[in-house]
């Protein structure tokens, strides 16, 4: 099987399965986002607890790349101490930057280097960070609240 048929089986399989998907009640914020040049719609509940990501729970509509991406996402954060999720949202925003001149680093991403072909297509890339950057964002408000509260 070639490779880039591979990535596509994975792809498909977290629209068609996806992670973590339906938002869990107990949350410490939650974020929506939506991608204006597509329509594509996150909602993104996360949970922090000393300092690892707790949960990370989402529901959406849009495109396989978008849906796909956020599952992915979701897997690869929770349980993860919040300076390595980051680091690993740092690592796939390089690869959707990379304009199809990187593949990824497998060890850290995981089924994300899935969607390393998507940074060929500039109209696609903001589908693939959709999830990622609602986690960001959520991220920034906790630990701004946090920051408030001391």
Known sequence: MELESLYQEVILDHYKNPHNKGLAPE?????HHVNPSCGDEITLNLTLRNGDVSSVTWDGVGCSISQASSSIMSELVTGKPVAQAMQTLENFSELMASKG??????EVLEDAVALAGVSKFPARVKCALLGWMAFKDAVVQVNGREEDQT
């Open 101 to 106: 001149t990187q593949s990824g680093d497998e």
């Open 27 to 31: 949350k410490d914020i939650q974020v």
